[in-house]
């Protein structure tokens, strides 16, 4: 009993890390939703905490109780579960064979073959029963491809709908109206997803307020396809005319992107700037779904309460509350 137990915990804790840590590197990527991320060490990156998913794991593991009532009602699904997964490591093999590691593909075939006629062998065995609790498994698994690929195309989808009304900055840049602008003192920080397009809550502010800051910083964010970029490779700075300051910083999907370290970074190349005098503009995004019937509205609404109840971006990227200007978009879908 002891042995069982202290297995457990064993089992348990890997779970839970595998899961903080899978969710972190998707919200890096911009797979899913901004959720809050804490970070329990201060010497080490990797150890993390993330409340939403250890809410979602505690309900499922209530859920599994009350339905299975015991482990032995549990094998069919932990079995559908391993051999299916098996079955994808395997062929995710092959495209990792093929594409990084430069295999022959009659090799990449032949070894792929070999160990697929093992797991299917495993997997025809498992999947009869399917209806003895192996639906378990697959039923989350598209419960959270559902999620992702709704967020994925419904970010993509709002990208390209900011692509057609976007102003080139060498447009915007050459415009002779902008030596007539008002200047008010101090630094402006506006984030945008294109470094080479003028951001809308740029535009929306000077719409209202018809003024810009003496010191105009516009910031993209990256994230790159490697665990972690190196601090000399992490920033690039572009000083452009009228004291505007393009600024593209890369992150490793491994890491969470903090706002001090850009301003840090500035400061060592000589842009004085101080979080305390700076003022970040970010935009707020109101989701509207036009026609809410059918399968397709559906989503359009799960992408809409996803954006409207994700992180805010100043908790994300580790912004000072008090410095923020959020200049709501009222979006349709």
């Not at 991320?37 to 998913?53: A, L, R």
């Not at 639906?135 to 698994?141: E, T």
């Amino acid at each position: 009993i002891v042995l069982a137990t202290l297995a457990t915990i064993i089992a348990s804790q890997a779970v839970i890390s595998g899961a903080f840590s899978l969710t972190s590197q998707a919200l890096q990527l911009d797979f899913l939703p901004r959720v809050r991320v804490v970070y329990t060490s201060s010497e080490q990156m990797g150890q993390i905490y993330i409340p939403f998913v250890n809410w979602l794991m505690f309900l499922g593991t209530i859920f599994l109780v009350i339905v299975f009532r015991s482990s032995g009602n549990l094998a069919s699904a932990y079995g559908a579960a391993i051999v299916t997964l098996m079955v994808i490591t395997t062929l995710l093999m092959y495209v990792c064979a093929v594409s990084k590691w430069k295999w022959n593909v009659i090799l990449a075939v032949v070894v792929t073959a070999c160990l697929l006629t093992v797991d299917l062998a495993f997997f025809g065995a498992n999947i009869i029963k399917i209806n003895q609790g192996g639906w378990f498994p697959f039923l989350i698994a598209v419960l959270v491809y559902l999620v992702v690929i709704t967020w994925t195309r419904g970010r993509r989808a709002l990208a390209e709908e900011f692509k057609k009304e976007e102003i080139s900055f060498d447009l915007f840049l050459s415009d002779p109206g902008l030596k007539s602008v008002t200047r008010v003192p101090g630094t402006a920080i506006y984030m945008s997803k294109n470094p080479n397009g003028v951001p809308r809550t740029m535009l929306h502010n000077f719409k209202h307020n018809k003024v810009f800051h003496e010191r105009m910083i516009i910031l993209t964010i990256y994230t790159e396809g490697v665990p972690r970029v190196p601090w000399p490779k992490k920033f690039k700075v572009e000083r452009l005319e009228h004291n505007f300051i393009r600024v593209i910083a890369y992150y490793g999907f491994m890491e969470t992107p903090d706002i001090s370290h850009v301003v840090t970074y500035l400061k060592d190349h000589g842009i004085d700037c101080s979080i305390q005098e700076i003022t970040f503009f970010l935009g707020r995004e109101t989701i509207v779904v036009r026609d809410p019937r059918g399968f397709d509205g559906l989503r359009k609404q799960l992408f809409a309460f996803l954006s409207q109840n994700m992180l805010p971006a100043t908790s994300h990227f580790n912004v000072p509350p008090n410095r923020v200007v959020e200049i709501g978009l009222r979006i349709q879908i």
